[in-house]
């Protein structure tokens, strides 16, 4: 156990000018020894009040037995208390400067009781013995821009659950949840043998309440209690990372929740908080404050240091950069200096934060939900960006997810909701979300938007997630979707494995694990993703069939896909395509092979391409483009 010294007037200084970015190494419980003693030396800031102490399980929970000292005029107060071990409940006795008592759960605390209970517990971040370096240092020496993305987003707590079905809106027994170390041994085999790239986690810092999925959360730097430890979400990440999968974690540095043992109100003022969200019933955090930047910008590097985490996606972006996000009344509303709505200390704080992981952690990657036009959000910051390296494609998914579930006369008049993103595929760099979001809150699932009857449900199931996987950007599909299932996600049970005991649910899996290795084993697919370089349309134009015709192509001009996509019921026989190079060509998938519940209007064996220029190139074929459907053609 180390020894601990006092925080030096260095440390100090930087906390009070907003850049003490590894904070968590001082503040919180710090498990060490002191004048030969073990226990742990506890931190907390609370600025302008009275007195602070430690109370926990090791003092009776007794006021004023372990008094903490302020340090300086940093705000910070400190105590050390022998005999304190990991496991230990804690939290901070707060007298205000009015007189008043509260009792606050540690802003910096590495673990959390259980909920309902609301202490914070003493944790040691040294437990687990990684065995990463082998992935950590193929992460520094190739550019996630170089490689395939293909995220499978989770909610660890519904993923799985050992009751199976419905349990209760409110909350979910404990005992129900699969914990960090079971996950390992079922969900991350599962990613991997489906060919996901990547597992993005909803927020698994802790928070009080199941239904906020996580957003709303009260332990910024400690993995929720709900599926084991920290060193059981270590032991997690570790074997993502031993088979071949990225981390990404969702983080919320943009509001928080108001729970009384929380940050809100921390020292009986505002603290941490600027002002409330005006939609969310939150407080937003006071961004200007250079304390409030030392702890979320801290933040942000302990969970990629401590827990070696492979990506940060950034929550609620849009409500972080505008200063009226969501406030309705215009009387309200507020101007920055410049007379815009925009909010800089917002804008400022995304830059550093960008800068921040990017310096630190090269190989690590941050994407940003944003769902304006906000302009430049993955430029640098000196190109007048914000700094993130991919951005949550909404315009594709609202205009993608709306075609999808119109009717298929309604089709050729709205072709245009296919073809527009393709305006600005390149003016960022995208990641296609089809997320969480867009299987809630009575939107119905991804199948149950899709229109016909129950063969064309999964044909149409099959030709978006066909149409995402061509489509220039990095891919994020959610759980459930891969083998259909027809109910929107709850929060509150698991998934309906069940039905992979039904053919047509087991045959759309089959084909999403088949469509997912496709992907990562066409370099043409994603190599030359973020410009026109590596996409060329053949027919854009085709509203009358609702066809779409484009070409894909790797870093090698030879290395190309074809894919023909046809958005109605009808079979096209000898459907004519213009292709770049003369010889024989092959079909590598069909979404309408009879083994995905197709229904068999494939293109077998060798097609020859013929010297008749169509769609402005040289040559041509004949192929049978399926219904509600696609094919993907490769050179040989």
Wanted: glycine residues 12%.
């Amino acid at each position: 156990m180390r020894e601990m010294p006092e925080l030096t007037s260095a440390e100090l200084y930087l906390w009070g000018q907003g850049t003490f970015v590894r904070s968590y190494l001082r503040l919180g419980a710090q498990l060490c020894r002191q004048c030969g003693a073990e226990g742990v030396r506890f931190s907390v800031w609370a600025p302008g009040v009275a007195a602070v102490s430690v109370v926990g399980d090791f003092n009776g929970w007794r006021g004023g037995e372990n008094p903490m000292a302020p340090v300086e005029s940093s705000g910070i107060w400190t105590a050390f208390v022998s005999g304190v071990k990991e496991g230990g409940l804690y939290k901070y006795l707060i007298e205000t400067a009015d007189g008043g008592q509260l009792f606050k759960a540690d802003p910096y605390a590495f673990s959390a009781e259980l909920r309902p209970g609301t202490a914070s517990r003493v944790a040691d971040l040294n437990a687990h013995a990684w065995r990463d370096e082998s992935w950590l240092a193929r992460r520094e020496e190739t550019s996630f821009f170089d490689r395939p993305m293909n995220i499978y987003e989770v909610h660890l707590g519904s993923w799985k659950t050992r009751g199976g079905a419905a349990v209760s809106a409110e909350e979910v027994p404990a005992a129900e949840f699969y914990s960090y170390r079971e996950l390992a041994g079922t969900l991350v085999p599962y990613a991997r043998e489906m060919g996901y790239t990547h597992l993005e986690l909803m927020p698994v810092m802790e928070h009080p309440y199941d239904g906020s999925w996580g957003y709303q959360v009260t332990g910024y730097f400690a993995p929720t209690s709900r599926y084991g430890t920290p060193g059981d979400f270590m032991a997690f990440v570790d074997a993502c990372h031993h088979a071949g999968l990225g981390v990404i974690l969702d983080w919320v540095p943009g509001h928080f929740c108001r729970d009384a043992h929380g940050l809100g109100r921390f020292t009986g003022e505002k603290l941490y908080e600027r002002d409330e969200h005006a939609q969310w019933g939150t407080y937003k955090f006071d961004l200007g404050r250079p304390e409030v930047r030392s702890f979320l910008l801290s933040n942000a590097l302990f969970w990629l240091d401590i827990y070696h985490i492979d990506g940060l996606r950034v929550d609620g972006v849009s409500s972080m950069l505008y200063l009226n996000f969501g406030v309705e009344d215009v009387s309200k509303h507020r101007k920055n200096s410049q007379g815009g709505d925009s909010d800089p200390e917002a804008v400022s704080f995304l830059k550093e934060f960008n800068a921040l992981v990017g310096t630190n952690y090269p190989g690590v990657f941050t994407a940003a939900e944003e769902s304006t036009a906000w302009p430049l959000v993955t430029y640098p910051p000196d190109r007048g960006g914000l700094g993130f390296h991919y951005k949550w494609n909404m315009g594709w998914m609202n205009d993608t997810l709306k075609y999808m579930s119109l009717d298929f006369p309604s089709r050729p008049s709205n072709h245009r909701l296919l073809t527009f993103s393709m305006m600005y595929a390149f003016s960022e760099n995208f990641i296609l979300p089809l997320s969480h979001d867009e299987v809630v809150h009575g939107k119905r699932s991804l199948i149950g938007r899709m229109p016909g009857d129950y063969w064309r449900q999964f044909a149409g199931l099959r030709l978006l997630a066909l149409w995402q996987m061509c489509h220039p950007g990095a891919k994020l599909s959610f759980m459930g979707g891969e083998f259909g299932q027809f109910i929107e996600w709850r929060y509150y049970e698991g998934l309906e494995w069940f039905l992979l005991d039904y053919d047509a649910h087991r045959q759309h899996r089959h084909f999403i694990k088949t469509l997912n290795h496709v992907f990562l084993r066409e370099k043409a697919l994603w190599e030359a993703g973020r410009s026109w370089r590596g996409f060329q349309w053949l027919d854009a134009d085709n509203a009358g069939q609702s066809v779409l015709l484009f070409l894909r192509r790797g870093a090698d001009d030879g290395d190309i896909v074809i894919t023909a996509l046809n958005f109605t019921p009808a079979t096209l026989t000898r459907y004519k395509i213009g292709v770049p190079l003369p010889g024989q060509y092959k079909e590598i998938l069909s979404s309408d092979d009879p083994a995905f519940g197709g229904s068999g209007k494939t293109n077998p064996g060798v097609l020859t391409a013929g010297a008749v220029p169509m769609h402005g190139l040289e040559y041509s074929l004949e192929i049978t483009v399926p219904p509600l459907g696609g094919t993907m053609l490769k050179p040989q």
